[in-house]
């Protein structure tokens, strides 16, 4: 054993093999709104990432899945172990996961109602994780990406700098009708590849 072995205990020549497992990352669909554009975003985000060749699990996680009281409210007696549940489903959901992508409509220049409850309810199970995001609204949903950053930074999570922003005029007919433009896949890469890395670094120091 080398002089370096002996400081760090092991052999300076044996080779380290490193055995890295998937990375988990949930899409979760900002918005529970009827005739919600969110989910046809989320389904584009969910194929553009499962087509890359990364050692990554993608899942969508929809908001209207998980029936969230709104955090702290009196909930009728019929309707309480519902709503635990629902909470208890959506920490175990959102815990499981190395990191993010969260699918952000834009409500009055900020995140919408639904999604912001739904992370009311969290705090240990997304901290010192990883999130990307992509918005859609008249500018992108740019305006709710700053709402959104301020939030994860209390959550103490490392959102990335790229994100993916779909006008609601140019990337939608009628404002319905998803078609996105080619020039998102660029930021989509740029987003992924971030969160990617920062989501294997982070999983050293949880
Ligand atoms: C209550 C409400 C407020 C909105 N405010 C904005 C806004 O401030 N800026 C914007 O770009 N779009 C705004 N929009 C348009 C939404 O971004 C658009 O309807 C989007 O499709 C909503 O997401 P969803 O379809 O997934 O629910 C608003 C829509 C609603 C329902």
Do not use: C
Not at 11 to 34: D, W
Not at 77 to 83: F, G, P, Q, V
Not at 110 to 130: R, S
Request: hydrophobic share 40%.
């Amino acid at each position: 054993m080398g002089f370096l072995g002996k400081l760090f205990g092991k052999s300076t020549k044996q080779k380290e093999t490193v055995v890295e497992e998937n990375l988990k990352i949930g899409i979760v669909i900002g918005s529970v709104r009827e005739g919600r554009n969110g989910e046809v975003v989320a389904k584009w985000v969910y194929d553009f990432a499962t087509k890359r060749n990364d050692r990554v699990e993608y899942e969508i996680v929809d908001l209207k899945e998980y029936p969230l009281a709104l955090l702290g409210a009196n909930v009728a007696d019929n309707e309480k172990h519902k709503a635990e549940m629902a909470a208890k489903d959506w920490s175990d959901k959102i815990a499981s996961f190395d990191g993010y992508i969260f699918i952000t409509p834009e409500y009055n220049h900020a995140i919408g109602g639904a999604l912001k409850n739904a992370l009311d309810y969290l705090n240990p199970e997304v901290n010192n994780k990883v999130a990307g995001l992509v918005g859609y609204g008249s500018l992108g949903g740019a305006r709710a990406h700053e709402n959104m950053r301020l939030i994860l930074g209390e959550l103490q999570v490392a959102d990335v700098r790229t994100a993916v922003t779909f006008s609601l005029m140019t990337d939608f007919e009628n404002m319905s009708t998803f078609t996105p433009a080619d020039y998102h896949a660029d930021n989509a890469n740029q987003m992924l590849d971030q969160v990617i890395a920062w989501a294997r670094a982070f999983k050293q120091i949880r």
